[in-house]
C-alpha cells in the first residue's frame, strides 16, 4: 500500500522558515522523482520544485535561493526546507512521487502572515 505522509506544515511569519517531510512507504522511493506541489486557496496546483532519483534538482523561479528540497533515500523521505517565506507562498503543500505513475500525500498547510 503506498503511503505519503507529509508533515512540518504551521503558521508562521513573513521571513520565517518551515522544513516539511514526507515520508514514504509502499514503493521502490530510491527509483522515483519526488516533488513538491502547493495549491493556494482559489488556484490550481503548481509544481514548486523536484529532486530526481539521481539527485538532480529544478525549483520554480519564485522559490530560487530560498526552498531547499532534498531526500533520504535510507529514511524514505523527501524534505522542503523554506526559509524566507512570504505571504503569497502560504498554500497547502502536496508531497508527489512519479514513475510513469503518480502517487500523491494528503497535504500540508503552510500559511505566512504578514
Known amino acids: 500500500q503506498v503511503q505519503l505522509v507529509e508533515s512540518g506544515g504551521g503558521l508562521v511569519h513573513s521571513g520565517g522558515s518551515l522544513r516539511l517531510s514526507c515520508a514514504a512507504s509502499?514503493?521502490?522511493?530510491?527509483?522515483?522523482?519526488m516533488s513538491w506541489y502547493r495549491q493556494a486557496p482559489g488556484k490550481e496546483r503548481e509544481l514548486v520544485t523536484v529532486?530526481?532519483?539521481?539527485?538532480?534538482?529544478y525549483y520554480i523561479d519564485s522559490v530560487k535561493g530560498r526552498f531547499t528540497i532534498s531526500r533520504d533515500n535510507a529514511k524514505n523521505t523527501v524534505y522542503l526546507q523554506m526559509n524566507s517565506l512570504k505571504p503569497e507562498d502560504t498554500a497547502v503543500y502536496y508531497c508527489?512521487?512519479?514513475?510513469?505513475?503518480?502517487?500523491w500525500g494528503q497535504g500540508t498547510q503552510v500559511t505566512v502572515s504578514s
Open positions: 509502499g514503493f521502490t522511493f530510491s527509483s522515483y522523482a
Open positions: 529532486i530526481g532519483a539521481t539527485g538532480n534538482t
Open positions: 508527489n512521487a512519479r514513475r510513469l505513475v503518480d502517487y
